[in-house]
């Protein structure tokens, strides 16, 4: 993982200053309530540090209210000569980039017109057991969430005719990250999928071809499709929100991080969080497991 602010401070000049405050934005990896800290992956903040993942104390608990992994929160960063902390943490919430404010609103009221559900479904929570599915792969085969059990698996949403580069392009390029920096732990301790929402054009063909824009190694980087009902109920696990309109789809942007019992860690909305953090997220998951492991099999 990267530095540390610990790392950091040691090698700021001693200077005769009272406590500096920052404002700062970063990705929450892990909250411990009881001990009133969050592991953060922080963005840069000019001028003094650049980005990292750090721990962070609290002096309210109040500030962790509503924090898991995953959520994206800004916050008062309050540096001391041996110490730092975080202050007036607040989630910061996902802004769609569609420019009808309402247009989110209108997918999820076609959506259960559609489907005649009469109520929106309800996603998964962190920590629930996110429910065994199948998809078909690039080359037809049957693809099982639970055949990953005892991996990570990093989930995200896309569809190959998006045109906006910040949408399912910079999703997938989030794994694209992902696929490098964890070249050792793939197929063994980590899995990525990539669910189709189109599945009428996505057909496993087009996603081959699709992949090959990553270079993704289909024995650790799963693109899926399938059916559309089976497709939709993967969707609604997690919040999923599309609707076809003139040829493109509106939809919402969500990426999930599942543990090794195959339960959901974070569902990340939206794209306002970088691959490192993305990365760092999964890494503490690998390692947090991996400890977890360790003290029930010790050697």
């Avoid at 903040?45 to 924090?67: Q, R, T, W, Y």
Wanted: hydrophobic share 40%; net charge negative; proline share 7%.
């Amino acid at each position: 993982m990267r530095r540390t602010l610990a790392v950091l401070l040691a090698f700021l000049p001693v200077l005769s200053w009272g406590a500096k405050e920052y404002p700062a934005t970063g990705m929450v990896l892990k909250v411990d309530p009881p001990h009133r800290t969050m592991l953060v992956s922080c963005q840069s903040i000019p001028g003094f540090m650049e980005a990292m993942a750090m721990p962070l104390s609290v002096h309210d608990a109040k500030d962790l209210n509503g924090l898991a992994p995953g959520v994206v929160v800004q916050f008062t960063l309050v540096v001391e000569k041996d110490s730092s902390y975080a202050e007036r943490v607040r989630i910061q919430p996902y802004q769609s980039a569609e420019q009808d404010p309402f247009t989110a609103q209108r997918m999820k009221l076609l959506d259960r017109i559609t489907n005649g559900s009469g109520a929106a479904s309800k996603s998964l929570s962190p920590g629930e057991l996110v429910p065994d599915f199948t998809l078909i792969d690039t080359q037809r085969h049957p693809v099982k969430l639970s055949q990953f059990s005892g991996k990570v698996v990093a989930l995200n949403f896309i569809y190959t005719s998006c045109a906006l580069p910040n949408f399912c392009y910079r999703i997938s390029n989030n794994f694209g990250v992902l696929q490098k920096r964890f070249k050792e732990q793939l197929g063994h301790d980590l899995v990525l999928i990539t669910v189709t929402f189109d599945p009428e054009r996505d057909e496993p063909e087009v996603l081959a071809h699709y992949a090959q824009t990553w270079h993704a190694n289909p024995a650790t980087w799963h693109f899926l499709t399938g059916p559309t009902p089976d497709v939709r109920r993967v969707t609604e696990l997690f919040g999923m929100d599309f609707f076809p309109d003139e040829e493109l789809m509106n939809h919402s942007l969500h990426t999930a991080v599942i543990n090794r019992e195959r339960k959901l860690v974070a569902n990340i909305e939206g794209n306002q969080y970088s691959a490192e953090q993305l990365g760092d997220l999964v890494e503490t998951v690998l390692a947090g497991q991996q400890k977890r492991q360790a003290s029930i099999d010790p050697k």
